[in-house]
């Protein structure tokens, strides 16, 4: 493919201090209109007169945009030049590929748990739940380092007013003196936000899981997923049947 073909970023948006959304479109896209949410794809930047090499990124949209976005946070040399990409530029992008989330519909209770950047499949599914009017009761927990980390709390706190969706928010640095697990808002909306303090441990899951028949979903560092399977074990959740993703590429 040359770079008068590629499909080309449209839009770049900061969305924190660490992580950026790049917007892109063209030709060839009606194999991206019938993938499932939460799928990821790999893309090759032109620049400088060369493509990069390739890296994979979850579609953090919705499957029925328009526009395909990605939403990357720095962690090497690749992600570190997304903020400076220019509207314009070439971009080839393969897939969709994966099964993370695959039938995410089909399940009534549904437990999401992000670490970090591990959002960006969470957030295509549950656009795709906006879009297609879902019913589905989903609690989510997104674990970050502060609330700055946090650079979709404002859309999800949107999304909670129409989806049966409850966020908890989980900061590991520790909170403001006075500050525990405190319930945003119950107003009579359908969703609500809350903030927990410290790691997600067996007390904390118990705090907000409504029942462990739920299918659960994890994605995030290895790290974290290992000591939340840990924590979901001493729950009374199989670990086996958690779906799990971890942003681990297969790089030589
Ligand atoms: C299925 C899938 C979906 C993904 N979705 C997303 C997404 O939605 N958003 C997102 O931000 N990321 C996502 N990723 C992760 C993303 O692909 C990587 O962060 C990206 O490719 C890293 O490229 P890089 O060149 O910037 O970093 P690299 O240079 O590859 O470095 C990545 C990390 O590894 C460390 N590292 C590099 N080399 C070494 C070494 N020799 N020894 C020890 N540590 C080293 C770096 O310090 C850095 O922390 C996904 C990955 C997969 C597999």
Not at 10 to 39: C, L, W
Not at 170 to 176: G, I, L
Not at 220 to 233: C, D, F, K, R, W
Request: with cysteine.
């Amino acid at each position: 493919m040359t770079q008068d073909n590629a499909l080309k970023i449209v839009k770049v948006e900061k969305e924190n201090h660490d992580t950026t959304s790049i917007y892109f479109a063209g030709p060839d896209m009606e194999r991206f209109k019938t993938r499932k949410p939460g799928q990821f794809a790999s893309i090759r930047i032109f620049r400088d007169g060369a493509w990069s090499e390739a890296h994979p990124f979850t579609l953090s949209c919705a499957p029925g945009e328009e526009t395909l976005r990605m939403t990357i946070k720095k962690s090497g040399a690749f992600t570190s030049t997304i903020p400076d990409i220019a509207p314009g530029t070439p971009i080839q992008c393969s897939g969709p590929y994966g099964q993370f989330c695959k039938d995410i519909g089909a399940s009534r209770e549904i437990v999401m748990i992000a670490g970090g950047v591990g959002i960006t499949p969470f957030l295509s599914v549950l656009r795709h739940f906006q879009e297609t009017g879902a019913d589905n009761a989903i609690l989510l927990f997104w674990a970050n380092k502060t609330p700055d980390d946090a650079f979709a709390a404002q859309e999800l706190e949107d999304l909670t007013q129409s989806l049966k969706l409850h966020v908890v928010h989980v900061f590991s640095r520790v909170a403001p003196a006075g500050q525990g697990a405190a319930p945003a808002f119950s107003d009579g909306r359908p969703g609500k936000i809350s903030h927990e303090y410290g790691r997600l441990d067996q007390a904390m899951l118990l705090r907000h899981l409504v029942s462990t028949d739920a299918s659960f979903y994890l994605c995030g560092p290895p790290s974290m997923q290992q000591a939340v399977l840990a924590e979901l074990s001493r729950c009374g959740v199989d670990p086996g049947k958690v779906d799990k993703e971890a942003f681990i590429s297969n790089k030589p």
